[in-house]
C-alpha cells in the first residue's frame, strides 16, 4: 500500500499507509503528487501553532500534480496533465462564494490542514475544477504557484497604483510572493523589511529590490523608512510576517489615508494606538485569505512567459523518505531557506 506522511501530534512525524484512490466521481480527478513546497502553515501545523489545524493529519497543500483519470463532465483537464492545485475547497452555494470570495467561504476547507494532503505516494481525487494545467511548467514551478497566488492576493488587496510607496514587512515566502508582482507594476515603489540582512540580500541579488531595510530591536528602522520616503511613508504596507509585535506598530509607517493588508497570521490578539495613528491618519486595514480561482492561471503564464523565475526560490530539496528525519530543520529561521520542495516522485 502506498505510503504517506502524517503529522500524528506535534513534532510527531509517522509514514503511514494511505490506499490509492482509483474511481474519480462526476467532476472529480484522481492525481498524484510529483513535488510539495513547504511554507509557514506546514512547519506551524507540524509545531502545533496553526488555529485551523487538528491531528492526525496528512499535510500538503503547495502541489505539483499529475492527473490519472478523470470522471464525468471533466474538461478542464486531461490524464496526463500537469497541475498545480488551487486547494480552497468551498461550498459553492453560500453566499460568499456566490459573491466571487470562494477563498473565504466560511465553510472552506484547505486541503493538507482541514483534511489530508497531498504529501503522499499513492493516489488521491480532488475536485476537477481546482486543477490549473500547466504543462510546460516542471513540477517544482507548479508546486510554487500557490505561495505566489497568496502574494498575488494580498497585493490586489493593497490595490498600488503608479507614483504610490509599498512597503513590505517579512520576507519569507509570503512577503516574496508579494514583491514578485510589485516588481513588475509600472511606477510603484517598492521597500522591504525584514529582521535578517540575508534576506534583504537576497531581494535586492534576485528582485532588484534595493530599498532594503532591516529591523531593529530599537526601533531606528521608523526613521529609515521616513528618510526613503522622503517623510511620506508608505502608501500601501503589506504585513507578512505573522508577528503580534509587527502586525501592532506597522500603522507607523502608513501614509496619510494608507492601507495596510494583513497576510501574515497569528492566533494572539492584536492591539494597537487608536487615535494618534490610526484614526487620525485615516487609515484602511484589510485582511488578505487564499488566493481566487482565477489568481493561478495569470500566475502560471508569467512564470512561462519568464516573468517569474522560480528557480531562484527553491533553496533546499528533500526526498519522501527523507521527511521523518529532516523536515524539522526547516523550522530554524537560522538554516536560512527560502523555499525548500519535497521531491514525492
Same mark, same amino acid.
Not at 529582521?195 to 530599537?218: E, H, S, W, Y
Not at 485615516?282 to 489568481?295: K, Q, V, Y
Not at 495569470?298 to 522560480?310: A, E, F, P, V, Y
Given at each position: ?30 492525481? $498524484? ?5 513547504? /511554507? ?20 500538503? &497543500? ?20 500537469? /497541475? ?16 466571487? %470570495? ?11 490542514? &482541514? ?43 493593497? %490595490? ?45 541579488? %534576485? ?72 484614526? $487620525? $491618519? ?7 485569505? %487564499? ?12 512564470? $512561462? ?10 533553496? &533546499? ?29
Amino acid at each position: 500500500m502506498p505510503a504517506a506522511i502524517e503529522f500524528t501530534e506535534p513534532t510527531k512525524i509517522s509514514v503511514i499507509d494511505r490506499p490509492n484512490e482509483m474511481s474519480p466521481l462526476p467532476g472529480q480527478a484522481i492525481v $498524484r503528487t510529483h513535488r510539495m513546497g513547504i /511554507c509557514g502553515t506546514d512547519l506551524s501545523c507540524f509545531l502545533g501553532k496553526f488555529p485551523f489545524f487538528s491531528y492526525p493529519r496528512t499535510p500538503g &497543500h503547495e502541489l505539483g500534480l499529475e492527473v490519472l483519470a478523470v470522471g464525468e463532465g471533466v474538461n478542464n483537464v486531461k490524464p496526463g496533465d500537469k /497541475c498545480s492545485l488551487e486547494p480552497y475547497f468551498n461550498d459553492p452555494t453560500s453566499a460568499t462564494s456566490q459573491k466571487g %470570495n470562494s477563498n473565504c467561504c466560511p465553510g472552506v476547507q484547505v486541503i493538507g490542514v &482541514h483534511n489530508n494532503g497531498g504529501l503522499r505516494q499513492g493516489t488521491f481525487t480532488v475536485p476537477a475544477h481546482k486543477l490549473h494545467p500547466g504543462n510546460d511548467l516542471t513540477y517544482d514551478q507548479l508546486a510554487l504557484v500557490e505561495t505566489l497566488a497568496i502574494g498575488y492576493h494580498a497585493v490586489q488587496r493593497g %490595490n498600488p497604483q503608479a507614483g504610490e510607496t509599498v512597503l513590505v514587512i517579512g520576507a519569507g515566502p509570503i512577503g516574496l510572493a508579494c514583491l514578485e508582482f510589485l516588481k513588475l507594476m509600472d511606477g510603484v515603489n517598492v521597500i522591504v523589511m525584514d529582521m535578517v540582512q540575508g534576506r534583504l540580500d537576497f531581494c535586492a541579488k %534576485n528582485l532588484g529590490i534595493t530599498n532594503g531595510i532591516l529591523a531593529r530591536p530599537d526601533g531606528s528602522h521608523l526613521a529609515e523608512v521616513e528618510k526613503i520616503t522622503n517623510g511620506q511613508f508608505a502608501d500601501v504596507i503589506i504585513d507578512a510576517t505573522g508577528s503580534p509585535r509587527s502586525m501592532s506598530t506597522c500603522f507607523e509607517f502608513a501614509a496619510f489615508t494608507g492601507r495596510v493588508v494583513y497576510v501574515g497570521i497569528t492566533t494572539s490578539d492584536l492591539q494597537f494606538p487608536h487615535a494618534p495613528i490610526f484614526h $487620525r $491618519r485615516e487609515i484602511t486595514l484589510l485582511a488578505s485569505r %487564499n488566493a481566487l480561482p482565477s489568481d493561478f492561471p495569470q500566475i502560471i503564464d508569467l512564470i $512561462r512567459q519568464g516573468k517569474i523565475n522560480t528557480d531562484l526560490w527553491i533553496t &533546499h530539496r528533500i526526498t519522501f523518505a527523507e521527511v521523518p528525519e529532516k523536515f524539522a530543520q526547516f523550522t530554524d529561521p537560522n538554516l536560512g531557506a527560502i523555499k525548500a520542495i519535497i521531491e514525492v516522485q
